[in-house]
């Protein structure tokens, strides 16, 4: 997602800019654009979480594995 003044330089200038030299049914709408920036941004967001979410699932499990080892290495150190 670009910088908010990227956007507003784009929206205030780029945009009609771009939409005074073409036809109509080519022109753009800064709605459209902005909708379409936050669904791409939400999307990479979405995945990122996903990946991060397997990444802590996966670190919980470790962890009570290693646990478990211990208290077994632990028992059998006690009691020999």
Do not use: C, G, W
């Amino acid at each position: 997602m670009p910088l908010t003044k990227e956007i507003r330089e784009y929206e205030t200038k780029d945009m009609p800019e771009y939409n005074s030299k073409v036809e109509e049914e080519y022109k753009l709408s800064f709605e459209d654009y902005i909708i379409n920036q936050l669904i791409e941004t939400t999307d990479s967001h979405i995945s990122f979480n996903d990946r991060r979410s397997l990444d802590i699932y996966k670190a919980k499990v470790f962890l009570i594995i290693s646990l478990i080892l211990t208290s077994i290495q632990l028992i059998i150190v006690t009691f020999k």
